[in-house]
């Protein structure tokens, strides 16, 4: 059985950073691709990152520079690293398995950025 729960959110002021990390289970993280996907309050669903099974990453033009996705195999996760963060960024930050085809999401974790 497919679990993600993601976990590292928080109330960060402008210009601040987090990781979020995104425990799996019942699947291999290096071996599928997963991306990371927000939903800022009222507006729709925001591709933000994504790594594939070869290691290649991408990332939303909003965010390029600024956050970096990674995974650690042997723990089985999936982080975003998210530094200069602003008042756009905050949303809530879900974790997924697949990228252009998503067939797992994890339950989220609240990212806010305020001063």
């Known amino acids: 059985q497919v679990q993600l729960v993601e976990s590292g959110g928080g109330l960060v002021q402008p210009g601040g950073s987090l990781r979020l990390s995104c425990a799996a289970s019942g699947f291999t993280v290096g071996v599928y691709a997963q991306s990371w996907v927000r939903q800022a309050p009222g507006k729709g669903l925001e591709w933000v990152s994504g790594i594939h099974g070869d290691g290649s990453t991408g990332y939303a033009d909003s965010v390029k520079g600024r956050f970096t996705i990674s995974r650690d195999n042997a723990k089985n996760t999936l982080y975003l690293q998210m530094n200069g963060l602003q008042p756009g960024d905050t949303a809530l930050y879900y974790c997924?398995?697949?990228?252009?085809?998503?067939?797992?999401w994890g339950q989220g974790t609240q990212v806010s950025v305020s001063s």
């Open positions: 997924t398995k697949g990228w252009n085809e998503v067939d797992y």
